[in-house]
């Protein structure tokens, strides 16, 4: 399983350029995330998704959008790009339920992909 | 005031330490996640705990509930294991978590 993927890792935007991250993960989890990492800051909740068709705004969702038309894709939108939304974005799925077998651990931990830097000039 | 507050920020260690970072929150919690994340930003689950005590390898994590405090313990700490250590507290059916700050660790040989 290659579990959550991000694409890109790095891009330089322009202000008012718009873009989409990707998000796809492989493990057929029922939840997903976009978190945004500032300097100094706890990782903040933008976006979540508990299902394919539902999505809800977590703390910072202003300036985003989301679609969540698979259960293995959770784009991340930005329409209007601005310097504050200079950051490194994470995404991240779960799954609640039982524990998964032969790993010990519990199914509901969440698993990051690797993330992309994104930069707004 | 943070719902979710680690300390300290910053700590330095030499090889061979017994390290342990702090983690206390003012929420009701289901759960609390310990996370590491390395140079070059990946983040990866270390504990999941509800109760109690968890091991792994030289990594230990405790939690008391009545306390709302956790905390994480590195054995004999190696220059591999620096990074940013990350407490994160789960409530809810959504397992949405909140962060906190992180702990940068620096293990010096």
């Known amino acids: 399983n290659a579990g959550v993927t991000q694409t890109p890792k790095f891009r330089i935007l322009k202000i008012g350029q718009s873009m989409t991250l990707q998000c796809t993960q492989d493990?057929?989890?029922?939840?997903m995330y976009w978190y945004r990492q500032d300097p100094g800051m706890g990782l903040k909740l933008i976006y979540y998704s508990v299902g394919a068709g539902i999505t809800d705004k977590g703390e910072v969702p202003n300036g985003y959008n989301v679609s969540r038309s698979t259960t293995e894709d959770f784009p991340l939108r930005l329409e209007l790009a601005a310097p504050s939304q200079t950051s490194v974005y994470f995404c991240a799925s779960s799954s609640p339920g039982t524990a998964r077998p032969n790993s010990g651990k519990l199914s509901n931990e969440q698993f990051f992909g690797p993330g992309t830097r994104l930069t707004v000039l | 005031k943070n719902e979710v507050e680690q300390s300290p920020q910053n700590l330095t260690a030499q090889e061979g330490e017994f390290i342990t970072i702090n983690c206390s929150y003012s929420v009701g919690i289901s759960a609390l996640h310990w996370l590491q994340q390395h140079p070059g930003g990946g983040i990866v689950s270390l504990f999941m705990l509800s109760s109690g005590k968890k091991k792994h390898g030289r990594l230990i994590a405790t939690i008391n509930i009545q306390e709302k405090h956790s905390s994480l313990h590195i054995t004999a700490s190696h220059p591999r294991d620096s990074a940013v250590y990350i407490c994160?507290?789960?409530?809810?059916?959504?397992?949405?978590?909140?962060f906190g700050t992180g702990t940068l660790l620096a293990v010096q040989p």
């Open positions: 493990m057929n989890h029922n939840y």
């Open positions: 994160a507290v789960r409530g809810g059916a959504t397992n949405k978590l909140i």
